[in-house]
């Protein structure tokens, strides 16, 4: 048992000393555990046993040492033999080295000159091959530049684009493209507010200069308008045409070929809308809004602020309406914005719609109307106003040559034009006052034949006595009948030239032109007349002058007929065509003048009967009339006289009228009321002065009446004064009422208020006539007369 345990461990240890020797070092120390591990005493004879293995180990190195000694020795022999040699080699090397060394300085330092040429040859290639690649960048960039030095913003844009998209992204990781590209979106917003900075520069200089462009735009249209009616007349001029009447009344010859090839010079040489604005700021912001992707911006900018634009233009100037010169400027910057206007819309596309123009038209339109009506009415000089007529005409046809609608600014023309015949209508008013003022009131005398026609030439006089008279000789109107002949005529022209170029028909113009006549002689020669009528010095022979004058004027009316439908050419025939009322306003100022003489007739008499001076208590008549109605008689005589040139029964009336007056006015001034006596002295006084009245009467102061026709107004006289004259109030009081009474005119009333006023006188002169028998008959008489009459006036007041 103890062998066996004995073996063992020997075994254990043997295995141990195995791994000992045969294993790292670094792993002995698990083997060396196990030596401890085992059983009591292990580790002593472990011990044993590799003291035992290493004297072994010992005995076999001894033995090896001494198995290879010799061969040491011989070596050992051999090297001290070499050692010399190799001193002697280790010198030569040495010194070999240091020559190797010296010549090899050179090449070293060659050397290393090589190898920094090496690395700054590859650095060099490395540095063009990226130059290759940032060149194009930096050239890109440099061109950049320079086309935003010299403005060219849209290029510029197209080059951004191309170094973002293609260049820059080739040499990114570089610093300086970082900036650049960087450096892009704010050149960007530089090319915006430049390009932006340009069109405010742009919208304010055609601001400024749209009068301009709207002058050559009108100045372009009306040489275009003339040249197509220089045109339309040389094609419509024949051999045996007429000559057509111009605004003076003159016939116009046809344009001749050299003055139409002058129009086409003149025309061509106008300067259009590009030849006065450069528009290259719109076209370039248009551009470089849309590359960078904000049309709609500077669409909605451009058109806000073209419509703050359009309202400044729309604003006239406060005294714009008293030259021409005002409504001119005002038209061309008008016409100057929508030219423009037109030009962006058709040059561009998008920037301006047509519905934005005719949004803008429509706008202006009504501003343009309202102006034109409120100014126009501010004028009162017909020249202007037809200045301003042409004006508008030129400016509808220049925008219509445009395409905008301009049938509303027609329609105010016509409203103008009732304005502008209103002025007319003043100034011929003046016109016709002067003429009148002027006027001597008496038949034109003519001294020779060369005289007579020239009166002739101005107005249409033909009578055939007059012609055969010798000369001198005098035509029976005053010097301002032919005044205002040839002055209605030249309101027909003046009235004319409104109407042309309103694209009407000649029937349309016929009816305008003779509308304005009938306003002329109907509203303002009839007013003139009426007024002249009226004025205080115009006397009994201006108005019978006046009377003649407007028979021959009336006369002349249908010679305007003529005139007008010479002018129009369109018949009088015609179913639409106005007449001419002359007629009745030459006979309302006749009627007004016959009115007037009738008036101042009567006034005349009324200031001389103011001269009477009767003694209405005298005892007696002086045996011969009174001196102012004598002198009443003579002026009634010769007046009368001058009546005899008056037509149809004018001077008849006037007669009967003045004595109907004087009739009148001698028996109210017996019934005066401040009158309370008369004498039959008086009576008689009074009776010798109407006898002389009737005297007048009955020597036909103008011929025509038939019999006592005239006496017969002063029946009521004659009758009144009878009676108390022959005092035969026993008749009158028995025929009262009877057709066939002898004092049929004389009425109660009258009788009674005369009889009074002669009681009374006869009771004051006749003091002591109650002591006489016969004066106390009268008076009685007068009383029961009195009584009598008073119930005939109580009878009749009962009775009505």
Known sequence: MADSETLEC??????????????????VGPTLRSVYDDQ???????????????????????????FHHQGFVDAITELLKVRADAEKLMGQVTDTNRRLQEAGKEVTARTEEVVCCRLQQRNMATTVERLQL???????????????????????????EQLENVYIPRVGQYR?????????????????????????????????????????????????????????????????????????GRGQEALNGQALDDMVEEEEEVLTAQDLVDFSPVYRCLHIYTILGDRETFENYYRKQRKKQARLVLQPQANMHETVEGYTRYFNQIVGFFVVEDHILHATQGLVTRAFTEELWNMALSKIIAVLRTHSSYCDDPDLVLELKNLIVIFADTLQGYGFPVNRLFDLLFEIRDQYNETLLKKWS???????????????????????????SRFPFHDAEIEKQDFPKKLPMSQSVPQIYTQVKEFIYASLKFSESLHRSSTEIDDMLRK????????????????????????????????????HLEQACRYLEDFITNITTVSPEAVHTTRLYGLSTFKDARHAAEGEIYTKLNQKIDEFIQLADYEWCMAESDGRASGYLMDLINFLRSTFQVFTHLPGKVAQTACMSACKHLSTSLLQMLMD????????????????????????????????????????????????????????????????????????????????????????????????????????????????????????????????
């Not at 020997?10 to 792993?27: G, M, P």
């Not at 034949?449 to 002739?456: I, R, S």
């Not at 306003?519 to 009226?534: A, E, H, M, V, W």
């Open 516 to 551: 304005s006549t009938n306003l002329l002689l109907t509203r303002t020669l009839s007013g003139c007349l009426q007024n002249l009528i009226k004025k205080p010095h115009i006397g009994l022979t201006e108005l019978v002058q006046i009377i003649i004058n407007t028979t």
């Open 673 to 800: 009321s401040e009158l309370k006596q008369i004498s039959m002295g008086a009576v008689q006084q009074f009776n010798l002065d109407v006898i002389q009245c009737e005297l007048f009467a009955s020597s036909e102061p103008v011929p025509g009446f038939q019999g006592d026709t005239l006496q017969l107004a002063f029946i009521d006289l004659r009758q009144l004064l009878d009676l108390f004259m022959v005092w035969d109030w026993s008749t009158y009081l028995a025929d009262y009422g009877q057709p066939t009474s002898k004092y049929l005119r004389v009425n109660p009333t009258t009788a009674l208020a005369l009889l009074e006023k002669m009681k009374d006188t006869s009771k004051k002169n006749n003091i002591f006539s109650q002591f006489r028998k016969n004066d106390r008959d009268k008076q009685k008489l007068i009383e029961t007369v009195v009584k009598q009459l008073r119930s005939l006036v109580n009878g009749m007041s009962l009775h009505s």
């Open 10 to 27: 020997v075994t254990e240890h043997e295995r141990i000393l195995q791994e000992i020797e045969s294993t790292d070092t670094a792993c």
């Open 40 to 66: 009591p005493n292990a580790h002593k004879r472990f011990m044993e046993k590799l003291d035992a293995r290493i004297r072994n180990h010992d005995r076999e190195i001894e033995k090896m040492c001494n």
């Open 430 to 456: 003046l016109v016709f006052r002067e003429i009148f003022e002027l006027d001597n009131y008496s038949p034109i005398p003519v001294e020779t034949e060369e005289e007579y026609k020239l009166v002739v």
């Open 176 to 248: 300086f493209c970082q900036i650049m590209a960087e450096n892009l979106p704010r050149l960007r917003d530089q090319i915006k507010e430049i390009s932006m900075s340009d069109l405010k520069d742009f919208l304010e200089s055609i601001r400024k200069h749209s009068d301009k462009v709207g002058e050559a735009a009108m100045k372009q249209a009306q040489q275009h308008r003339t040249f197509n009616s220089a045109v339309a007349r040389q094609a419509s001029a024949g051999p045996y045409s007429r000559p057509l009447f111009t605004l003076n």
């Open 134 to 160: 940032c060149l194009p960048v930096l050239e890109m960039y440099s061109k950049l530049k320079e086309q935003l030095q010299t403005k060219r913003y849209y290029a510029a844009l197209k080059t951004m």
